[in-house]
């Protein structure tokens, strides 16, 4: 193919003594006419490309029918108001309304669609006060990591004059008597490409008062010594303390301050500032806090600090470590609410204060528990909590705190009948004999044959499970006839610490291994051929994706890297990449160099290898993976391939990382997906 130029300007860098060769630095300067010149060209070019193949118009058209269902969150309770997020269908943004008790007419609060023509203002988060009169709520632009917080009167419907900017990575917290929040903020970048480009660093946690300039917001805490420390402040519910979380990067171990909100001028307690292990604080009585922590418990378990006695010789375990890995703990109505996964399916058992189990509450089915939330006090009487899996969408239950009864309270109308498909999960070895999980999922009467056009996707990093969860677009390509592959590789939380630890670091290989080991086992188990095999993932799963293209393309017949870490020697000097290290170590230890320069996916490429029909994904405004991770990964893949196969970047305007994308948006970035792959895998769309 005549691909559109990369020109490839001769470029060595040495690192440890070490020749780094990178030809496409260039494009690291995104606002640059020349590297503005080639997107637009390259966008152009894919564009061409796509609009050709077919099926896409008729794949768009199902998208839309599919994705045209209710979806709601789970509502928060506050003095007898529920809060809660809707989007009817195929809105660009989901719309917060509000309502009085169980039974009440739903008011529209915040429609995010309204500050927007084209739907790219999203609304991010929310917060009411604790007297239900204000929303505090988040604003991102263009799927930006950056917010705008503002205050939202709900009976009036209208914003008081409160802004809050230069947020990133942090919530609020208001206290009790709803006269103000917590908040976490970095200084203001330098304008321009810094905005999105910039290293994120020294974040400080200020409290803002209702009504107020945030100039004269009061700074509650900052660390100028450690630039990498974050702050997230959560006020208890008694409203006597503020429980500072300091986290360094996507470390899991992390630090826990407490303040007097009387003494909030003093400075706070060290509770646990070791760094030894994760502590997730769940709540407290009175001078007893509670965590959820994995401190001498890979599998987690919750224990109980008396601030005033927090020597470790002291500490209670409240609920033991067990078989399988707690993934989430809440406090409700006085009761400690925790799920595990077992063989990645949601257990949930209700507990005591005192660790006696209370009840194992009965779920609609196997699957996926999330937002198990409510009121702490000992008088709540409701819970609510999200369920789905690969052929139920989002799903909302409030469960009786009394009678252990879970009643749906949301439940969407769907344009399919789930009956029509099937699901199994299968154990396959690994490379090193490790036994790993993997869904396989396809609508009834396939024939499985060898030869089904096959979507297997993975991510394996930061402690995050891969959960069976619906997806408009796995749901799509199942009903085309084609099979979508779930892998729980290593690096993720399905198992625990151990399991998460297995993938990161100099371990890093085996989630490349496992990812591998999946698709020769859906080969050599009959369901597939490399012909018809694609691999997908989106940002730790791009690297995925991109280091399994380059170590094995002779193995897959197409492969979708979505907004990949695709360049491991440079990915911690932009936005927040820094604070990866902990999954990947740090191109600027040596030791951690050997092992990251041994399969970062850019720096694999080699000239004149037949890759396989490649079509990367990224977002013009992604400040989590700097996107030029996916330009240079795409200028050298062309340059490199050999035969017909196409190599293509889908760069998409007013977009980032993935959050907030609008529905439009996202329906067209997978209308394109789709086509290729199955132009890519000779599959008809029927």
């Known amino acids: 193919m005549h691909y559109p130029t990369s020109p490839r300007k001769n470029f060595v860098e040495k690192i440890h003594n070490v020749d780094i060769t990178d030809d496409y630095r260039w494009l690291e300067d995104i606002e640059s006419q020349p590297t503005q010149e080639w997107i637009s060209a390259q966008s152009k070019f894919t564009q061409e490309y796509l609009e ?143 905005d999105f480009k910039g290293t994120n660093f020294h974040q400080k946690l200020f409290f803002h008062r209702i009504g107020q300039l945030q100039v004269l917001d009061v700074l509650i805490h900052e660390d100028a010594d450690q630039k990498e420390w974050g702050f997230g402040g959560e006020v208890t519910d008694d409203g006597e303390f503020l429980v500072i979380s300091v986290w360094k990067g996507t470390h899991r171990e992390n630090g826990i301050l407490i303040k007097e909100l009387a003494k909030l001028t003093e400075q706070p307690q060290n509770l646990l500032m070791d760094f030894d292990a994760s502590y997730q604080y769940l709540g407290n009585d ?87 939330i409510g009121p702490s006090s000992e008088d709540a009487r409701y819970a609510f909590y999200l369920f789905t899996n690969f052929f139920t969408p989002l799903e909302v239950y409030r469960y009786d705190l009394e009678t252990g009864e879970s009643v749906l309270f949301k439940q969407p109308r769907v344009t399919f009948d789930p009956k029509e498909f099937f699901m199994q999960q299968v154990f396959y070895p690994g490379k090193d004999g490790t036994l790993i999980p993997m869904f396989i999922c396809y609508k009834k009467g396939l024939m499985i044959n060898g030869d089904a056009p096959t979507y297997l996707y993975g991510y394996g990093g930061f402690n995050a499970p891969s959960l069976p969860a619906f997806m408009v677009s796995a749901l799509l390509w199942m009903e085309i006839g084609g099979i979508f592959a779930l892998a729980n590789i290593r690096g993720g939380g399905e198992y625990g610490k151990a399991w998460h630890e297995a993938g990161t670091k100099a371990q890093k290989q ?145 977009a980032g990382h993935g959050a907030g994308k609008p529905t439009a948006k996202q329906i067209e970035e997978l209308a394109d997906q789709w086509a290729f792959l199955a132009n890519a895998l000779n599959h008809e769309i029927k």
Request: net charge negative; glycine share 10%; with cysteine.
């Open 286 to 372: 009175g001078n007893r806090f509670y965590f959820e922590t994995d401190f001498d418990a890979p599998l987690s378990r919750i224990i109980a600090i008396d601030r005033q006695n927090p020597d470790r010789k002291h500490w209670k375990e409240v609920i033991p470590e067990g078989k399988d890995a707690i993934v989430a703990s809440s406090w409700v109505g006085n009761r400690l609410f925790v799920t595990r996964l077992h063989d990645v399916a949601s257990q949930i058992t209700c507990y005591s204060l005192d660790g006696k189990i209370i009840s194992i509450p009965q779920l609609p089915g196997s699957g996926t528990v999330t937002s198990f």
């Open 510 to 654: 085996n989630v490349f291994d496992d990812f591998i080991a999946a698709g020769e086992w859906l080969i050599a188990n009959g369901y597939t051929c490399t012909p018809r095999l694609a691999i997908g993932g989106r940002s730790n799963g791009g690297l995925l994706v991109g280091a399994c293209l380059t170590q094995r393309p002779d193995l897959f017949g197409a492969a979708l890297p979505i907004v990949g870490v695709l360049d491991m020697l440079r990915f911690h000097k932009f936005t927040i990449g820094w604070a990866w290290v902990s999954d990947y170590g740090s191109p600027d230890n040596p030791v951690d160099f050997n092992y990251l320069s041994a399969y970062s996916p850019y720096h694999h490429i080699q000239d004149g290898q037949a890759y396989p029909p490649t079509l990367i994904c990224t977002g013009d405004h992604d400040d989590r993976v700097f996107p030029a991770h996916s330009f240079k990964f795409a200028a050298r893949l062309q340059t490199a391939q050999a035969g017909s196969a196409p190599v293509l970047i889908r760069i998409d305007v007013r």
């Open 52 to 194: 050709k193949l077919p099926g896409r118009d008729k794949l768009q058209e199902r998208l839309r029918q599919l994705w045209n269902f209710d979806k709601y969150d789970a509502p928060v309770q506050k003095q007898g108001r529920l809060f809660y997020t809707h989007n009817n269908g195929l809105q660009n943004q989901p719309v917060l309304f509000w309502q009085e008790g169980y039974a009440g007419k739903p008011i529209e609060l915040i429609d995010p669609n309204k500050l927007s023509g084209d739907g790219t203002l999203a609304l991010v988060g929310y917060v009411p006060s604790p007297d239900g009169k204000f929303v505090a709520y988040g604003i991102s632009a263009a799927g930006s990591d950056w917010m705008i917080w503002n205050v939202r009167n709900v009976e009036t419907g209208k914003d008081t004059e409160d802004t809050i900017e230069w947020v990133k990575f942090s919530w609020v917290s208001w206290t009790k008597d709803s006269s103000g929040f917590f908040y976490s903020r970095y200084d203001a970048p330098v304008s321009g490409e810094q």
